[in-house]
């Protein structure tokens, strides 16, 4: 891969502010003061809220307590998405800090899946690399490495470690100098106006005339809608990681280093600000 060190340094450390407020109707014996935490873009909700757990428990009976979960102006937050997605696309243009609700019951069941423990958060990302390289590589790359190999992406996630995850996670970003790039590029489109989980298919970055294909040739391929204007008036945003790359840039830059740590590029397709 290209050594753009700087930029997967700056995506790494993307940080949200966020503001967590408990629920009106949760029971407490006293007041719940908000608790502010930076969130890491690249993580998941539920592997960096422990000392939100903590904070909201103390003022709760513990009768009350089941399974915490996570809204934002009344839609669950999945966990299985990174926060930085989460963000994109339900609250990119408001506001900071971002402001989440905490609940201890009523988990809503049809939203949202259960997780338990970091056991959980842990096999659906390596599911989710694992799935990344089928698609790049044809799985060679993570069947041949060992499971401390696999440890070390997850143990770097977790305790938030650049240097230790970028140390095993740079064999899955690399490719044969003669393919020009990988077999297929992981991506994940999000449209923050529908109910569809997320659009993926399959996408080389390569044209069959050799040339780089571009983030808009993707979306001009799988979602149109984003990028043709309606009546000429462009009405969405296309954002990874908060910003809103432009559609010239190749699409296998952009796998390589603006990927999440789970290997796939999570675009939001977002309503443009009217004011």
């Keep these: 891969m290209t050594d753009d060190k700087d930029v997967l340094r700056d995506v790494w450390f993307g940080r949200i502010p966020t503001c967590f407020t408990l629920y009106q109707d949760e029971i407490t014996e006293r007041e719940a003061e908000p608790y502010y935490l930076l969130l890491p873009r690249i993580s ?16 709760m009976r513990q009768e009350e307590v089941s399974e915490i ?4 102006e009344g839609t669950p937050l999945k966990w299985h998405y990174p926060i930085g997605l989460l963000f994109d696309l339900h609250a990119s243009n408001t506001a900071l800090p971002w402001s989440i609700t905490v609940h201890f019951k009523n988990f809503p069941e049809k939203d949202l899946l259960h997780c338990h423990s970091k056991d959980v958060i842990e096999a ?31 143990m770097g996630l977790q305790n938030d470690k650049f240097e230790q995850f970028w140390a095993i996670n740079r064999k899955l970003m690399e490719y044969p100098p003669e393919d020009n790039g990988f077999r297929y590029i992981p991506f994940r489109i999000y449209q923050a106006t529908t109910e569809r989980p997320f659009i993926q298919k399959l996408f080389r970055p390569i044209a069959s005339g050799g040339q780089l294909h571009t983030l808009g040739d993707l979306l001009k391929d799988v979602c149109p ?13 296309v954002m990874i990681h908060g910003i809103e790359p432009m559609l010239e840039t190749p699409i296998q830059w952009l796998s390589e280093h603006m990927s999440y740590p789970d290997n796939f590029l999570h675009i939001s397709i977002i309503p443009r600000p009217t004011d």
Excluded: R
């Design 44 to 59: 998941y909700l539920t592997l960096v809220t422990d000392k939100v757990k903590k904070h909201f428990q103390k003022v």
């Design 69 to 72: 979960w996570f809204e934002y």
């Design 124 to 154: 659906h990302f390596m599911a989710c690399i694992k799935e990344a390289d089928a698609l790049k590589h044809k799985s060679q790359v993570i069947n041949e490495m060992q499971k401390k190999d696999h440890k070390q992406l997850w």
């Design 225 to 237: 809608s984003a990028i043709i204007p309606e009546d000429g008036e462009q009405k969405t945003q």
